[in-house]
């Protein structure tokens, strides 16, 4: 009940930070400062993609600090935007390079998720029934929020939101909004499929596919289409029988190409017109973080998001989209410094997933933090979704536990 108490309290921005700096301090002692261990306590060899994201992250706080100096923007104004990083964009190392270092088994991620799906079940009916009961929209807004944070949403115990234009209600649940509740919900679709007792991954799958249907979010029905078959024939290249499938499947879609381009031209079309005010502001706020990176600061960016014009209903520049985002406000120093560690970490990943079970859930996850950073602000999230981190660092660890034959056999399919 830890995720519910804390949503109660206003406290999940403020427990994924800490969570993520007591494992730093743990795999930096298991590292460096702690050499008389015993062989069996050290933590796994991490591999050199794994200190990519370690000098992206890193290179990130250096392009904020430039871009403060750019702009004069003031010491307080990069303390705090330092601090910013520490529970954002530091937070995507960390977890990482925890989960490959250190010896987190991902089963005991996969039973909690579950477990955390059969609480979220118990708790629905009060969800579904509060905008029809009359009961208010954000019950209130933690102290809490004295720590700092980017807004009062990451603190507010929110029992729904009503959509603007449709009046419908639309639930967000223990996200700071509902596309968050999506992306969460899907983080657990995944690990749930993984976990091995019947009965805990079919609570886990189903309460994952009911939040991200509650939260209407248009990416999550996109991931759940699209993530984890991907991942998973990406996992299966090596086998005859894979490509033996697919040929039949690429000849019809030749044949029939151009039919094919006008139905994922209609279903874009449509997906755009579900909420056409929402992506007519994440269109502009795109085009606008995009113009005034090239004309103002290409190389290292403004250093903070900008409160942007009434098209954009004064939305934050280089909010809704993360590479937008690096852009405005890191530059292209920033892009990269998220673009290699993350593209290396994919081709790893699809290489490692042929063999490794442990690989092909990173790889699922890491494509749907991929197709989430064109919709969100992955930093800003990173304090919830932060078990697909470090489930991405066990999968591309160097070393695997040697499985028994005996392991082997009884061991589901995957």
Same mark, same amino acid.
């Given at each position: 009940?830890?995720?519910?108490?804390?949503?109660?309290?206003?406290?999940?921005?403020?427990?994924?930070?800490?969570?993520?700096?007591?494992?730093?301090?743990?795999?930096?002692?298991?590292?460096?400062?702690?050499?008389?261990?015993?062989?069996?306590?050290?933590?796994?060899?991490?591999?050199?993609?794994?200190?990519?994201?370690?000098?992206?992250?890193?290179?990130?706080?250096?392009?904020?600090?430039?871009?403060?100096?750019?702009?004069?923007?003031?010491?307080?104004?990069?303390?705090?935007?330092?601090?910013?990083?520490?529970?954002?964009?530091?937070?995507?190392?960390?977890?990482?390079?925890?989960?490959?270092?250190?010896?987190?088994?991902?089963?005991?991620?996969?039973?909690?998720?579950?477990?955390?799906?059969?609480?979220?079940?118990?708790?629905?009916?009060?969800?579904?029934?509060?905008?029809?009961?009359?009961?208010?929209?954000?019950?209130?807004?933690?102290?809490?929020?004295?720590?700092?944070?980017?807004?009062?949403?990451?603190?507010?115990?929110?029992?729904?939101?009503?959509?603007?234009?449709?009046?419908?209600?639309?639930?967000?649940?223990?996200?700071?909004?509902?596309?968050?509740?999506?992306?969460?919900?899907?983080?657990?679709?995944?690990?749930?499929?993984?976990?091995?007792?019947?009965?805990?991954?079919? $609570?886990?799958?189903?309460?994952?596919?009911?939040? *991200?249907?509650? #939260?209407?979010? !248009?990416? /999550? %029905?996109?991931?759940? +289409? &699209?993530?984890?078959?991907?991942?998973?024939?990406?996992?299966?290249?090596?086998?005859?029988?894979?490509?033996?499938?697919?040929?039949?499947?690429?000849?019809?879609?030749?044949?029939?190409?151009?039919?094919?381009?006008?139905?994922?031209?209609? $279903?874009?079309?449509?997906?755009?017109?579900?909420? *056409?005010?929402? #992506?007519?502001? !994440?269109? /502009? %706020?795109?085009?606008? +973080? &995009?113009?005034?990176?090239?004309?103002?600061?290409?190389?290292?960016?403004?250093?903070?998001?900008?409160?942007?014009?009434?098209?954009?209903?004064?939305?934050?520049?280089?909010?809704?989209?993360?590479?937008?985002?690096?852009?405005?406000?890191?530059?292209?120093?920033?892009?990269?410094?998220?673009?290699?560690?993350?593209?290396?970490?994919?081709?790893? %990943?699809?290489?490692? +997933?042929?063999?490794?079970?442990?690989?092909?859930?990173?790889?699922?996850?890491?494509?749907?933090?991929?197709?989430?950073?064109?919709?969100?602000?992955?930093?800003?999230?990173?304090?919830l979704y932060w078990p697909a981190l470090i489930l991405i660092g066990n999968?591309?660890?160097?070393?695997?536990?040697?499985?028994?034959?005996?392991?082997?056999?009884?061991?589901?399919?995957?």
């Amino acid at each position: 009940m830890s995720t519910w108490v804390l949503w109660l309290i206003g406290g999940l921005y403020i427990a994924g930070p800490v969570i993520a700096w007591i494992l730093a301090g743990n795999v930096a002692w298991r590292f460096y400062l702690a050499p008389g261990l015993p062989e069996h306590q050290k933590p796994k060899k991490a591999g050199w993609v794994l200190w990519t994201w370690v000098a992206g992250m890193a290179l990130l706080l250096v392009t904020l600090w430039i871009g403060h100096s750019n702009f004069d923007l003031g010491m307080v104004a990069t303390i705090k935007s330092s601090i910013g990083w520490a529970k954002g964009w530091a937070l995507l190392a960390i977890f990482i390079l925890a989960g490959a270092a250190l010896d987190i088994r991902p089963a005991i991620i996969y039973r909690a998720i579950c477990k955390l799906g059969a609480q979220t079940l118990i708790l629905l009916p009060i969800f579904l029934i509060a905008p029809f009961a009359g009961l208010p929209e954000t019950l209130y807004v933690s102290p809490l929020q004295i720590v700092g944070g980017p807004g009062p949403e990451y603190f507010a115990t929110t029992l729904y939101t009503i959509e603007p234009g449709a009046g419908v209600p639309r639930w967000q649940f223990f996200a700071p909004w509902s596309p968050a509740a999506g992306m969460v919900a899907m983080v657990y679709v995944i690990c749930a499929i993984e976990e091995k007792q019947l009965k805990w991954k079919l $609570v886990g799958i189903s309460a994952g596919l009911i939040v *991200a249907l509650l #939260s209407q979010s !248009r990416l /999550a %029905l996109v991931a759940l +289409a &699209v993530v984890w078959p991907m991942a998973f024939a990406i996992s299966r290249v090596n086998k005859p029988a894979i490509w033996f499938a697919a040929a039949p499947v690429l000849l019809g879609a030749s044949l029939f190409s151009v039919n094919i381009v006008q139905n994922v031209a209609e $279903v874009q079309s449509e997906f755009e017109s579900a909420r *056409a005010d929402s #992506s007519r502001v !994440r269109a /502009a %706020l795109g085009r606008i +973080a &995009v113009h005034r990176w090239q004309e103002e600061a290409p190389w290292f960016g403004h250093g903070v998001v900008e409160r942007g014009p009434h098209l954009v209903e004064y939305m934050m520049i280089g909010s809704h989209h993360s590479w937008y985002g690096l852009l405005f406000v890191k530059g292209i120093i920033g892009l990269l410094a998220l673009a290699i560690p993350m593209a290396l970490s994919l081709f790893l %990943l699809a290489q490692k +997933a042929c063999r490794y079970p442990e690989a092909r859930v990173g790889l699922s996850l890491l494509l749907l933090l991929l197709l989430y950073s064109f919709g969100e602000n992955l930093e800003i999230l990173a304090y919830l979704y932060w078990p697909a981190l470090i489930l991405i660092g066990n999968g591309l660890r160097l070393r695997f536990p040697i499985i028994p034959e005996s392991d082997k056999q009884s061991r589901p399919a995957t």
